[in-house]
């Protein structure tokens, strides 16, 4: 007969020790079986529902985003703008003046076949009256500005243009001549303001430095010229009212005047002369420099008379005709841009002698 197991009943103490063991003790895993819920995790990520030539696309549409993204960080994706969104001054121009027939030839050609170049704008910071500030493209942007108010067009309310994103106000500085430096040639006085410009905006330490970073594959020689423009832009750029005309040949001698100490002469030669026209503030230049240049005379010896600027104007030629009065009466300056020989001064004596005969 089998012996009867007695079965005793575990007191309150041993079952609180039994649930405390059982907390402490973590259930036994079989070696190399994941819980079920780490299982049905691992699955789900790597099974994709979608079929075969859907998953392609995918990874094409990914390379296309990544290809897009790329190409807009380099500046070579064009967006349309609207032309309000873009300020125009936003960089000091290096042009001083822009010609209205050319402007208007480009107006025609926009209207009729269309923008072929766009503008190159950069973002500018939060907060700016507008999101963007045009880098190169003035007159395009000026143009088609035109154009809009003209029209109302729609096709002329946006504008195509390259995002760029210049590594420091310099680079933007550099872009805008270059564009510049290429299709419309500056002229010194236009090289030399935008190199003070630049300086006085904190993009380069000092003209000097401006002059050199702008116009990195100048020779020497011009990039001492241009330093030579830009100290008539610091020193008389006030005064001057045609200085995009300034001829180099002027301009090197007006500076190396102003080196020597005569801003006060100039400037008071330019106040009192009050030029209307090209011709007339040359004239008067010419008249301060030459009187510059000329040595102080000395009272024991009787000299050249003392001359009297009379007249000026300027041909559209290219030649200028200053009248000049001494004690031994009256004399023509001819010059300009334009070569005199002795053949066209032949004709001007005989022309002077025939209205000067008898009617």
Do not use: C
């Not at 630049?198 to 020689?221: R, Y």
């Not at 200085?243 to 040949?249: F, G, V």
């Amino acid at each position: 007969m089998a012996k009867r197991r007695v079965l005793a009943v575990p007191s309150s103490a041993d079952l609180e020790k039994m649930e405390a063991d059982f907390r402490r003790e973590p259930a036994p895993v079989r070696p190399g079986v994941a819980p079920i819920a780490q299982v049905a995790a691992e699955t789900a990520a790597v099974f994709d529902p979608r079929s075969a030539d859907e998953r392609a696309e995918a990874a094409r549409d990914r390379a296309v985003a990544s290809a897009f993204r790329e190409a807009r960080t380099k500046g070579l994706v064009m967006v349309e703008l609207p032309i309000e969104e873009i300020e125009a001054d936003a960089l000091v121009r290096d042009r001083v003046v822009i010609d209205a027939e050319e402007l208007e030839e480009l107006k025609a050609s926009i209207a009729k076949t269309g923008l072929r170049l766009p503008v190159e704008v950069f973002e500018q910071m939060p907060g700016a009256a507008r999101p963007y500030g045009l880098l190169s493209g003035y007159r395009r942007l000026m143009a088609v500005r035109a154009l809009w108010d003209l029209t109302h067009e729609p096709r002329y309310a946006t504008i195509r243009a390259v995002v760029r994103e210049p590594e420091a106000m310099g680079g933007a500085f550099a872009a805008m001549i270059e564009e510049n430096e290429i299709r419309a040639s500056l002229s010194q006085f236009e090289r030399g303001r935008i190199a003070v410009i630049a300086a006085q905006q904190g993009a380069f330490a000092n003209p000097e430095a401006a002059v050199d970073a702008l116009f990195p594959v100048a020779s020497k020689a011009k990039r001492s010229k241009i330093r030579s423009f830009a100290l008539i832009f610091e020193e008389l750029g006030d005064m001057l009212k045609f200085p995009d005309l300034l001829r180099e040949k002027d301009g090197l001698r007006i500076a190396q005047a102003l080196r020597d100490g005569a801003e006060a002469r100039l400037r008071d030669g330019l106040a009192e002369a009050d030029p209307a026209d090209p011709a007339a503030e040359l004239a008067a230049l010419e008249r301060i420099l030459d009187e510059l240049d000329s040595p102080p005379p000395d009272p024991r010896k009787g000299g050249r008379p003392k001359r009297a600027a009379g007249p000026a104007a300027e041909t559209s030629a290219g030649f200028t005709v200053v009248a000049e009065q001494d004690a031994r009466g009256w004399a023509l300056r001819i010059g300009g841009r334009r070569k005199v020989d002795r053949g066209l001064m032949e004709s001007l004596v005989r022309e002077v002698s025939r209205l000067l005969e008898k009617p």
